[in-house]
T-cell receptor, first 109, second 114 residues
C-alpha cells in the first residue's frame, strides 16, 4: 500500500518556529512536495524536494531524506495567516500526487 | 497571475443524475489532473490527462467517470450516475510540463449528492 503519515495537529504562537514531519511509504518516489490549504480553499504549492537536503523559500524550508523516507516542512516567524492545513505529497513516477493525511496548524497570538 | 478556474463553485444534484464539472487550466499548461477531497479528509488523485488521453487513473475513477478536453481551453469531469459517496470537493489541477514539479490547483467545485 501507499501511505504518508503526518501529525494531525500542531499549535504554535506568532513568531515561533514549527516543524511538520512526513514519513512516507510508496511504491514509487520521484520527489516530495508540500501544499498549504486554508479552510474551503485550494491546495497551494509551497515547495518541492527531489534530492536529499534542505530547500529554502523565504520563511518556509523543506527537507528530504530519501534513505529514511522522511521529510519535513519548517515554518519560521509564524504569522496568524499561516494557520491552515499542510499536506506533504509524493510525486510518484507516473506524475500523480499522493497526498498525506494533513497537519492542521493553529497559530495563536 | 494566471490561474486555474473551475465552474460551478457548488453543484447540488440528486442521486443517479449526471454532472459535469468544468475546468479551465492555465493556458500554456500541458498536463491536467482531477483530484477529490471528501470533507475533512486528504486529497485523492482521480485521473491525469496529457496529449488528449488519460495517462493514469485511480481505483476511484471507475466507469462512471470520464474526462474530456472538448476544445483548447476546457477540461471536464463527468460523473454519469452520481452516488451519495461522490459528495466531495473536486479540484482540477494543471502543470506546465514534465520537467516542472508544481501542480496548480483550481478553487474546486463542491459536489453535494442528495
Amino acid at each position: 500500500g501507499q501511505s504518508l503519515e503526518q501529525p494531525s495537529e500542531v499549535t504554535a504562537v506568532e513568531g515561533a518556529i514549527v516543524q511538520i514531519n512526513c514519513t512516507y511509504q510508496t511504491s514509487g518516489f520521484y520527489g516530495l512536495s508540500w501544499y498549504q490549504q486554508h479552510d474551503g480553499g485550494a491546495p497551494t504549492f509551497l515547495s518541492y524536494n527531489g534530492l536529499d537536503g534542505l530547500e529554502e523559500t523565504g520563511r518556509f524550508s523543506s527537507f528530504l531524506s530519501r534513505s529514511d523516507s522522511y521529510g519535513y516542512l519548517l515554518l519560521q516567524e509564524l504569522q496568524m495567516k499561516d494557520s491552515a492545513s499542510y499536506f506533504c505529497a509524493v510525486r510518484a513516477y507516473t506524475d500523480k500526487l499522493i497526498f498525506g493525511t494533513g497537519t492542521r496548524l493553529q497559530v495563536f497570538p | 497571475e494566471p490561474e486555474v478556474t473551475q465552474t460551478p463553485s457548488h453543484q447540488v444534484t440528486q442521486m443517479g443524475q449526471e454532472v459535469i464539472l468544468r475546468c479551465v487550466p492555465i493556458s500554456n499548461h500541458l498536463y491536467f489532473y482531477w483530484y477529490r477531497q471528501i470533507l475533512g479528509q486528504k486529497v485523492e488523485f482521480l485521473v491525469s490527462f496529457y496529449n488528449n488521453e488519460i495517462s493514469e487513473k485511480s481505483e476511484i475513477f471507475d466507469d462512471q467517470f470520464s474526462v474530456e478536453r472538448p476544445d483548447g481551453s476546457n477540461f471536464t469531469l463527468k460523473i454519469r450516475s452520481t452516488k451519495l459517496e461522490d459528495s466531495a470537493m473536486y479540484f482540477c489541477a494543471s502543470k506546465e510540463g514534465d520537467l516542472y514539479n508544481e501542480q496548480f490547483f483550481g478553487p474546486g467545485t463542491r459536489l453535494t449528492v442528495l
